[in-house]
């Protein structure tokens, strides 16, 4: 973690510093265990990869991951993505967001724990350049349908599909994925642009 981690601090992040060259950044909330995440960062070092999980084992796994692959552009932060957001990450610097396979919190009396909800994409779409990307993916309809609609609501974010997007190729099938397309569950992604 000293070498890959970056301490959370209420104040703005120098990307600069942390990553040591200027490249676009994409940020991951919830890495999981980290595959998916390291797997992203290295099909496409063009990128810094910018990971937020609050999990030990999943942060330790992904450490282990940058360690094996050599990675050099991926960064992990351990601490709650709403301060990270709001108060490391300034407006209009991000590429890119990934939120795959969030909490459903299925239970309708648990819904409001859904980390997407109007206000918290109001926040990352701030974070998003002009033509930056809000990538999320879910395998729980209802999450999907709730996922469009939040993200529809959001005036300065346009859909890039009619509705639902095709999994675009640099995100690879997790385990997650594949465990909940065995289940009969379906996959569904959702990809808006911050409009210039």
Same mark, same amino acid.
């Given at each position: 973690? /000293?070498?890959?981690?970056?301490?959370?601090?209420?104040?703005?992040?120098?990307?600069?510093?942390?990553?040591?060259?200027?490249?676009?950044?994409?940020?991951?909330?919830?890495?999981?265990?980290?595959?998916?995440?390291?797997?992203?960062?290295?099909?496409?070092?063009?990128?810094?990869?910018?990971?937020?999980?609050?999990? +030990?084992?999943?942060?330790?796994?992904?450490?282990?991951?940058?360690? +094996?692959?050599?990675?050099?552009?991926?960064?992990?932060?351990?601490?709650?993505?709403?301060?990270?957001?709001?108060?490391?990450?300034?407006?209009?610097?991000?590429?890119?967001?990934?939120?795959?396979?969030?909490?459903?919190?299925?239970?309708?009396?648990?819904?409001? *724990? *859904?980390?997407?909800?109007?206000?918290?994409?109001?926040?990352?779409?701030?974070?998003?350049? /002009?033509?930056?990307?809000?990538?999320?993916?879910?395998?729980?309809?209802?999450?999907?349908?709730?996922?469009?609609?939040?993200?529809?609501?959001?005036?300065?974010?346009?859909?890039?599909?009619?509705?639902?997007?095709?999994? /675009?190729?640099?995100?690879?099938?997790?385990?997650?994925? +594949?465990?909940?397309?065995?289940?009969?569950?379906?996959?569904?992604?959702?990809?808006?642009?911050? *409009? /210039?």
């Amino acid at each position: 973690m /000293p070498r890959w981690g970056i301490s959370y601090q209420a104040a703005p992040c120098d990307l600069f510093a942390a990553f040591g060259r200027i490249a676009p950044t994409i940020l991951e909330i919830g890495c999981g265990m980290g595959e998916t995440t390291a797997s992203i960062a290295a099909t496409t070092p063009q990128n810094n990869y910018l990971g937020i999980e609050v999990h +030990t084992p999943g942060v330790g796994n992904l450490l282990k991951e940058i360690s +094996t692959r050599e990675l050099t552009n991926l960064r992990l932060i351990q601490h709650d993505a709403v301060d990270v957001v709001q108060h490391m990450l300034a407006p209009g610097t991000l590429a890119g967001i990934h939120i795959f396979f969030p909490d459903p919190w299925p239970k309708k009396r648990q819904q409001k *724990r *859904r980390l997407i909800q109007a206000p918290f994409v109001a926040l990352l779409a701030s974070r998003l350049e /002009p033509g930056g990307y809000l990538h999320c993916a879910t395998d729980w309809e209802e999450y999907a349908e709730q996922m469009l609609e939040v993200l529809n609501g959001e005036a300065i974010l346009e859909n890039t599909s009619e509705g639902f997007s095709p999994r /675009p190729g640099y995100r690879p099938q997790t385990k997650f994925e +594949t465990r909940g397309l065995k289940l009969g569950h379906g996959v569904w992604d959702v990809i808006f642009r911050r *409009r /210039p």
